[in-house]
């Protein structure tokens, strides 16, 4: 049980997380607004509390220390200066550690952890510094030890003088459940004193005149006794005489104990004839307004079966757009569904244009709304997996101030798009190769605030994520206002690690993409930051692995940009129908810059090296799929009739030989893990509208099969020169 | 019949922590996720009780107590106020608005159906066997 509830826990922490930077940025960019405030230090209150039941106690810790410093801010005892938002703003990135340790394990950095402990402490006022707090929550430790067991401890008895105040009923107190309270622990008399009571004709309705004399015999010590009271002190007039043991345990314990040494709970109020004779008809005449007369309980609860809004655990909602949330599976399987649907349009649609039929304009018309329903319902079901890419975006401006702090630089991240939605398993996928991409555009693209100076920059450099939807696909661009790649720097490293020839001539653009190689890294050393021997081609690979594609433009002295092109969803894409060797396959849209026909003129034969295909004064390898597949011998004199011009994960172009292009159409994905093994150039099958399963080809791994591939950038480069 | 608790939290964990421990205990139990969507719904609902956070959006734990209690709803229902406030200026503030009595968080199973069973008398929780602690 509790453990659904530390996943929901955590969900939420997620998003409170979220609130808090949103406010602390808000706040950053000058907006003092008191709800502002007030919503950073709710959502911080909520994860103490949460954290709190859960025995979180490092996190409940830090962010009691957090939620202190901000309670000073909120009662306006605390001014809100540079220093101490961007201390909030580094203890909020904090806590997001913190929380993923408490979630994932791992170990909290110790020494940032007392720094910013440290740091917050300063703020924090003297009277306040008594900062220790118990949880004692789901999983939190319990003292069964010193809980005494009824029929184990020894009896005392208690002579209990108890006189409600006015003010005690006002308050909803009632005083014949803390009898039950009491007689749950033990043996219990109960003797009413009505002596007080006036005339009737006297009594003032809004006036106390009753006052009870309890006897109480129980095994519980004094402390819980005194808890059963716990909530009437100082409304009542209270004495408790007896010979219990005054020094018991807190409490709280105590209060522990009474409920877990309570008598059998099946014991109802009315089986104590002393407390109920005495006390049902005095009521009425005692506390007529503000006391809850037992009568009423029936009335009220006869409501009980109309209520609207009954609402249990299961269907919890949080604020005023209602959200309902769906285990992912289920909307995996829905979105399968809707795959298999779409498919079996497509093979209902061939199957009438087989029929013999003279007219079938009719069905076909009903077809075509098939068809237009089928595409709502996968949007629809689509959008289920869709998600704000905010929280990722949010993320990042963490991810920024970390790098610079770390390489002493001042950077600023401005994100733009941030409702744009992406499918939840490309928002995933993509934090990491965005974190190096930022974190590279810290280390290497922005500047010293002194060069940016000097340069004539803002001292602050500023990077900017933004995220949009063109075309069907999902836009991520990072730019920064840098200096730019710094081309010869960059082309000679390439020279001088052997991954371009010295003579060769390049575009500016090539250049820049020379940052994707494997292997490749600008900086003089390896970097704290953005080091650790990954390179950008990492990212390139992250980013196709997810059927996408990358680009750098760069500007020198102006700035840098990386655009990341994504598909809206990774259970269909864009494919083109080809046929390869009386096979029918399907390759990615995304990887096919452009396709032509090719004729005798524009092959060039190079002997045993292969051939080359001529395309506007240029040269790129030509690699036949069917070849490379191994379902036609590679000196086959039938000539491919199509080419499909591709760019590889290192910008090297190809050409794909097909035999032939019938179709340019959505494919659902279908992985072929459980169904045969990993096989060299195919990245998936799906099902055509004839029913038949085609081969999805990865282009990537066609060409690394292929010998066009061993025709590396080296030869093209002093034959295209 | 069951006694219906009114729980008004913003935080959805303690939403549920309330749910699942008072659902389990034989409770009826129904939520609202701030101060305004409680009082709003609270004659609808007509709870036996209420329990509500203090530090809430839109209207706060004191709002919630200050409008249930006041002539408009003149609720008599107990009010417990779930809070980590365990300081004493902040309990006086709560019961001087009317609150019944209070919870401090973290709670567990134990203290939250004893603080009910104070203001309600329901008791048809047995501890002993659900915590699995003792016998």
């Not at chain 1, 933004?466 to 840098?482: M, T, Y």
């Not at chain 2, 839109?58 to 406030?85: A, C, H, M, Q, Y």
Request: charged share 25%.
């Amino acid at each position: 049980m509790s453990g659904s509830i530390q996943d929901t826990f955590f969900e939420e922490c997620e998003e409170l997380l979220e609130a808090t930077d949103e406010g602390l940025s808000a706040i950053e960019g000058g907006d003092h607004d008191p709800e502002v405030v007030n919503a950073v230090f709710r959502a911080v209150h909520s994860i103490k509390g949460g954290a709190g039941a859960f025995g979180l106690n490092e996190l409940v810790a830090f962010a009691h220390r957090f939620e202190t410093v901000f309670d000073e801010v909120r009662a306006n005892r605390m001014e809100l200066t540079d220093p101490l938002v961007q201390l909030l703003l580094r203890s909020c990135d904090h806590l997001y550690n913190l929380v993923a340790v408490a979630r994932d394990g791992g170990e909290t950095d110790q020494e940032h952890h007392d720094m910013l402990i440290e740091a917050l402490d300063k703020y924090i006022p003297e009277e306040e510094e008594d900062l220790t707090f118990e949880p004692m929550g789901l999983g939190g430790p319990m003292d069964i030890g010193a809980i005494d067991l009824p029929g184990i401890a020894t009896e005392e008895t208690y002579q209990i003088h108890f006189r409600p105040l006015k003010d005690m009923y006002s308050t909803g107190n009632e005083p014949i459940f803390l009898f039950q309270a009491l007689k749950d622990m033990g043996t219990l008399e109960v003797t009413l004193d009505d002596s007080e009571l006036p005339g009737f004709d006297a009594i003032d309705p809004e006036e106390v005149y009753l006052s009870w004399n309890l006897v109480l015999t129980t095994s519980e010590p004094r402390s819980s006794v005194e808890a059963v009271f716990e909530f009437v002190e100082g409304l009542c007039e209270l004495s408790i005489d007896g010979d219990g043991d005054a020094d018991a345990d807190a409490a709280a314990l105590a209060a522990l104990e009474a409920a877990f040494g309570s008598a059998p709970a099946e014991a109802p109020p009315e089986a104590e004839p002393t407390v109920m004779v005495e006390e049902t008809p005095a009521a009425p005449f005692e506390q007529p307004a503000p006391a809850p007369a037992p009568e009423a309980v029936p009335e009220v609860a006869g409501k009980q079966a109309s209520a609207p809004k009954a609402e249990t655990a299961k269907s919890e909602q949080r604020g005023p757009n209602p959200t309902l949330r769906v285990d992912l599976e289920r909307a995996d399987r829905l979105i399968n569904a809707v795959g298999e649907l779409i498919i079996n349009h497509s093979m209902l649609a061939q199957q009438i244009a087989n029929l013999d039929v003279a007219d079938v304009r009719d069905v076909e018309t009903e077809l075509e709304g098939f068809k237009n329903l089928a595409r709502d319902i996968q949007e629809g079901v689509m959008s289920i997996r869709a998600q704000p890419v905010k929280p990722l975006f949010q993320r990042m401006a963490r991810i920024v101030r970390e790098a610079s702090s770390a390489t002493d630089k001042s950077c600023k991240l401005v994100t733009e798009g941030e409702n744009t939605e992406v499918d939840k398993t490309v928002i995933e996928r993509l934090a990491d190769p965005l974190t190096h991409i930022l974190r590279n555009a810290v280390d290497h693209g922005v500047e010293k605030p002194e060069d940016r100076i000097a340069a004539g920059k803002d001292k602050v450099g500023e990077i900017r994520l933004s995220a949009s939807h063109r075309s069907g696909s999902v836009c991520i661009e990072v730019r920064d206002d840098g200096a730019g790649v710094n081309r010869p720097r960059v082309k000679q490293i390439a020279i001088e690690k052997g991954l371009i020839p010295e003579n060769a001539e390049l575009t500016d653009s090539e250049i820049d993409n020379l940052l994707f190689l494997p292997g490749f890294s600008t900086a003089k050393e390896v970097s704290k930051l953005s080091g650790r021997g990954v390179g950008m081609d990492v990212v390139k690979n992250a980013v196709t692995g997810l059927g996408g594609r990358i680009n750098i433009s760069s500007n020198p002295g102006k700035g840098s940009t990386f655009t990341i092109i994504l598909p809206l969803t990774l259970a269909v894409m864009d494919g083109m129908v080809v046929s390869v060797a009386d096979q029918t396959m399907v390759v990615p849209i995304t990887s096919i810059v452009e396709t032509m026909r090719g004729n005798d003129d524009m092959i060039n034969n190079l002997g045993a090296d292969g051939t080359l295909l001529s395309i506007r004064g240029s040269f790129v390898p030509i690699c036949d799929v069917a070849g490379a597949l191994g379902l036609r011998k590679e000196d086959s004199d039938q000539p491919p009739g199509v080419y499909l011009l591709v760019e590889t994960e290192t910008g090297q172009r190809s050409a794909l030989a097909v035999d032939d292009i019938h179709d340019q159409r959505q494919v659902v994905i279908k992985s072929l893990d459980g169904v045969c093994g990993e096989i060299a150039g195919v990245a998936a099958a799906t099902i055509l509208g004839d029913g038949k399963i085609a081969m999805i080809l990865d282009p990537e791994s066609i060409l690394a099969a292929s010998p066009a591939a061993a025709f590396d950038t080296e030869r093209r480069m002093s034959n295209a020169s | 019949m069951k006694t219906k608790v009114l729980a008004i939290d913003d935080s959805r964990t303690i939403r549920n922590l309330l749910a699942a421990t008072l659902e389990e205990a034989g409770f009826e139990y129904v939520s609202a996720v701030d101060g305004r969507e409680g009082v709003d719904m609270y004659e609808d609902v007509a709870p036996d009780v209420v329990i509500t956070d203090i530090n809430m959006p839109n209207l706060d734990g004191f709002g919630v107590i200050e409008e249930l209690r006041g002539t408009g709803i003149n609720s008599k229902v107990p009010i417990l106020v779930l809070t980590t406030e365990s300081a004493p200026e902040m309990k006086a503030r709560a019961r001087n608005a009317g609150a019944t009595g209070w919870i401090t968080k973290p709670f567990d199973d134990a203290s939250l159906i004893f603080a009910l069973k104070r203001v309600t008398g329901a008791a048809a929780y047995d501890v002993r066997i659900h915590s699995g602690y003792l016998l």
